[in-house]
């Protein structure tokens, strides 16, 4: 059982249609670090308020959640620990009570910290851990140039886009996603080039640099899997194509952000030398 501060009073309930718009407001104070929840809240609410869960003491709003199967959390670096840990507590026991396993847990460090806390003794240990990812973000850039040399994905290059993500996560999470699931893997490729959410640049008839984007709100946009093919790493290609991808998100009114494992010093270099800067700090516990 839970072990809550005597004083006050907490919640725990799915975000519920009269929470939505103070929910929205609660993560819009952090637009950019909290992209993916409100990227779920304006895109597909309907299932997204069946998968998140609002944390409140004493009707004030502490903590929101996602609990699909890769968990994200949100809630200010600002607010006080014991109640941070008070939530984290109560989401805990919702978790491991639920049907739906635990893929991954990817949230700011001062939320992850205190959930595993109390999640360690009653799930198996996560088979990857990545204690730092900086969280990145960059605004609007004139100088920055529309797409040219890259572009958006087509259905036609499925069967070149699937291993390339796959390489891409390989290397930077150490799992092969073909291995645990080829069929659902490129379904989900698939409706990222559907929803336009994939670019890539094609060099010598290979996919030479691409990069998808995770989650898109009204202001900004989530890039994941940035990845240079290997026979074309150290060309420039990566800032060629990071450089249209944002110049081309700046022009739909987009800001952009992302994280990185924090040992990856050249894509930190990458990032930082394009204007990126840091916001914040992620930490991902994956299954």
Known sequence: MVTLPAEGRWSLRSVADDDVREVIEFLAREPLINVYLLSRLEEERTAAVTQMFVIRHQGEIVLVASLATNVVLAAPVTERRDRIESATALLADRIVTRMLPVRAIISPSHLVEPLWDRLRSRLDPPTVVRMNQPIYAIRRRLDFPDLHAARYSR??????????????????????????????????????????????RMEEGEIGAKCEFSAVTNGGVQLMGVWTHPRFRRKGLARETLREVCGHLFRKGKSVTLFVNDFNLPAIALYESLGFTRIGMNRALIW
């Open 155 to 200: 259905l036609a290059d499925l069967d070149k886009l699937v291993p390339a993500c796959a390489a891409m996560h390989k290397e930077e999470v150490g799992i092969d996603p073909l291995i645990r699931d080829a069929a659902g893997y490129r379904e989900r490729v698939r409706e990222l080039i559907a929803l336009e959410r994939s670019i890539i």
